[in-house]
Structures are given as structure tokens and as C-alpha cells.
């Protein structure tokens, strides 16, 4: 089957550094992928190419076979890509309703774009799906800005799948999450395979072995290796450059 | 649908209803009594409160702060006098305005909303600028003495018409027109389009990741503000009988910005009622002291400190809790979906 998404060669230097070099894989449809990593190992930086918000100096980002290489956000987005960010990105002073419905509202029909907000059927529909499904219902009129930092990645994640995208690209979700919420939110990231295809960024190995289908490792820019999680682990050059211990 | 930013705007809604209410009794006082200074001042306070309704969907809504918003102002002015001069109808001038201030903010768009923040500010600051100067060394459009002798015009409504030269009639007109400009803003506010140009305001970075254009966005509210400053200015020179480069000028678009910030940035409503409430000051301080800017400027700053809000910005809350209270009626007409959310809400306030 044709992959969801698929980076080709994708590279980006900032001055004389290579932050992205020479990298390609890619992502299964209904599958985890992982990109894992030391700090600076580029993985960020490979989300801000594939969504848009770089453009690449060399390399293809392929969206359902379509090529969007260098497409500026939106259309990444119209594409059917949505993403999260390592550092909390929501609307703080509208509620978490609202940020809800604006990410909802590209389902609606573009006629519906000048008809006042509740008329918007399918977004608030989708806006009280997500409510449920995250958890939120009973905060959906606080604002954004006062939940706690744990409800706060959660909105997040319910924001990207809002608009029903076809890939989610969620920048370690878990990030400074507890213990128990931590566990919570992999169970949610695992149950979302039904509908997107995900190509996560973590940190926690214990996470990323037991929820990723496929791992992709990055250092100093470059693919080291790719593969299941269990061959991957078991790579002595993986272990050496990442893991830190043979 | 219980919805947060609907019910703010319905308490604004509430204090329009009372704006026009005090305006009507106070016009219909006004006619009783034969007054023509305090009707044409008030007629003069709302044409630029639709120049600070204007500054407010740009400061409070898309979160761009123009300090030339004058420019729009002036130029629906001086068309509309142009306009007039040539052939003296309401009609024809306002859609002369309308036009001219439609091109004229596109332009000034494409320029402006190449940068953001302090530099969006100063640049807006300068096409005004440069404009008025422009203006001011034109002989054909009048130079730095304006444009005099607009004729006073009939306007026209069916079979109806009312003088521009009557005081209550003109400014019955001028009311209708700024409230129907804030109407259909609150109305374009209230919309999925503008509430993309809300979320611009919270958080820019985040919206085009949501798969919606911040240029097109900036643009659109540009746009819409600079038509609503020029239809506002439009009805000026019916008012005055003249136009002059002052209309351009900084102190028009500092005024605008001093309005919205006195009434509550972010409230629409508010513009319009600190417009109202500077033109009185200035006129109350004025009779006083002719270093009524002083005054002013110092009762801005004590604003700016102790009531950052502005006035509606205060009184807006307790109208809206007055308001949802009075309002249950959302719980039975909510979307089954939201049913566990109702429940849940319904079990807190009633703990």
C-alpha cells in the first residue's frame, strides 16, 4: 500500500550546519512511527519541514503521494496533515470549546464561512466529539490559558485531530506530563490509529518501545537506522549514539 | 450553543441597545428645544466613533494596532466631498467612499501587513502621514486649507428625504449608518471568518497550522477596517460642509486609538461610547482651560493605568453573567453530543 507520508531525501543546513541531512522514510497508514533521538538530533526541525513551517533545501515531502515540498502550513494542512508542538500552542484566552470549533471549522462548507458560529453544525458536532473524547466536557467553557499542563497537551492533540487529518504529527506529546499521565496519554495516542496515521516525537523509550510500529532513528541530523522497535533497540550503532551504553 | 465569545458579544449587544436608546431621547430633546450646537456635536462624536470602531476590530479583534487608521478616514472624506461637489447625492457619495477606501486599504494592506507588531504601527503611522502631506500640497484637492463649500445635500429614501442641514435629521442618519456599521461587524465577528481573525489576536503562530492563511486573515480585517473608517469619514463634509488634511493627520488616528482604549479595547461597543465620552471631555475641558489636551492626555494615562480595560471592558463581564443567568435555555437546545458535557456542568453549579 502507498504510504501516507513519504520524506525523500529530505535536508536543511542553518549556515554551515546540517541540521536535517539526507533523510527518508516512511510513514504506514494507521501506524506509529516514532522519530527518536538525542537533543539536537533534528527532530524538530524534520516536523517544521514536513508541516511547512521551513522549507526544505533539498528533499521531498510526499502527502498521500501528493507532493507538498515547501508548502506553506495551511496547505500542509488542507493536505490533510496536522500537527502539535513540543511547547504548548493553543488559543490561552479563548475557552477550550473554541479552540476546539476553530480547528473543527475547515469541515464546514466554505458557504458556512459568513453564517454565524452556531450554524456551524459539523464543526460543534465534532468540537463536542472531541470534548468527549478527550476528556474535556466538563472544562469546555474554561479557558484555555487556566488547564493544567497535563489538560493542556491533551487539548492540544485534540485540536490537531479536530479537523480529521489524515496524518498527526505530534511533537512529544507526553512532555513533561506525570507518571499517570503520561501512561494515559499513550493509551489515547494508540486508540487514535482507527482513524490517523501518527508519526510521533518522544523521549521516553519505555513509551516509544511500547507504542511505536516502526522507529526512526535521527543523530546530528542524519537517519541512523530504522526499523521495529526491537531490531532498532538492538542495533549497536543505535546504542552507542543514543542509549549511551552497549 | 453556549458559547463564550456569542455571550460577549450579546452583552455589547445590550449596550448598543442602551446607546441608541440615550441617543434617540436625547436627539428627540434636542428637536424639542431647537438645539443645533449639541446635535451636530453629537452627530460629529459618532462619525468618528465609526473611525474608532474601525481601530478596535484591527486592535481588539485581529490584534494590529494602526496608528494611521485616519488615512482611510480622510480619504472616504475627501472623495465624498469630491463627490458631492460634482453632484450632490448621499447615495453616489457614499459608494464613491466605499470604493475609493476599498482600493486605497488593499493597497495599503499589501504594504502594511508585510510586517507585524511595532513596525505594523509605524507603518500605518506613515502612509498616513504621507498621505496628508500629499494632500496638504495639492492645490487641486485645496492644500492646507481643505475644501470648502460642499453643498447641503437631500437624502434621499424612496419617497422620504431628510436635509443634511437639519441637526436632529442628520443625525438620526449618522446613527443609523455607524450602528449599522457596528452591526454588521459584530455580526462578521460572530462568523467562522471572524473568528479566524480573533484567533490571529491569541495566538498567530498557531493559525495556519490549523489550516487557515494569517495573510488572507490580516488582509481581510485590514480591509473591512479601513471601508468602515472611509464610510465613517464619508458623512464628515455633509456634516461640516468642508474637508480638510487634519482629518488625515496623526492627532485623528491618536484620538481613534484613545477612544477604543477609554471604552474597552476588544468590546466594539466600547469605541463607540468612548468616542462619545472624549468628544464630550475634550468639549466640557475645553470650555475650562485651553490646555484641554493636557487634561485629556492625563486622564488617558490614569485609563491606561487603573482601568485597562476601559469602560465596557469593566462592565461587560457582570452583563454577561447577568445575561447567561438569565439564560438557561442553551441546555435544551445543545447538540446531544454535548449531553455529557451539560450533564457534568449541570452536577457543578448545582454542588
Redesign the interface.
Known sequence: MKPVLDIRDLGISFGGLKAVDQVSFQAQRHRITTVIGPNGAGKSTLFNLISGALKPHRGQVLIDGVDMTGAAPERTKAAGLSRSFQITSLFPELTVAENLRLAAQVLEPTGRAFLPVGRSTQALARTGQMLERFQLAHKRDDLAGNLSHGDQRRLEIAVCLASEPKILLLDEPTQGMSHGDTAQTARLVRSLTDDVTILLIEHDIGLVMDLSDHVVVMHQGRKLAEGPPDLVRADPAVQAAYFGHA | ??????QSMRASHLLALLFVLAALGLAAMGAATGDTFYLRLGTEALIFAGLALSVDLLLGYSGALSLGQALYFGIGAYVSALTLMKLPSFWLAMAAAFLATLIASIIGGLIANRVRGVYFALITFGLAQVMAKVVYNTRELGASDGMIGIPVIEIGFGPFSVSAGSPVGFFLIVLAVIMGLYALTA??L????G??L??L???E??V???????WRARMAAYVLAGVIAGLSGALYPMLRGFVSPELMFFATSGNAVISVVLGGVGTLIGAIYGSVLLVILKSIIGSWTEHHLIVIGLLFMLCVMFLPRGLVGVVRPAIETWLSRRRPAPVAAA?P??L??II??TA?TSR
Not at chain 2, 460572530?190 to 471568518?193: G, H, V
Request: glycine share 2%.
Open positions: 450553543m453556549h458559547d463564550r465569545l456569542t455580526y462578521l460572530d462568523t467562522p471568518f473568528r479566524v480573533t484567533a489576536k491569541a495566538n503562530k498557531r495556519p497550522f490549523l489550516g487557515y492563511s494569517v447538540d453530543a454535548d455529557p458535557a457534568a456542568e457543578r
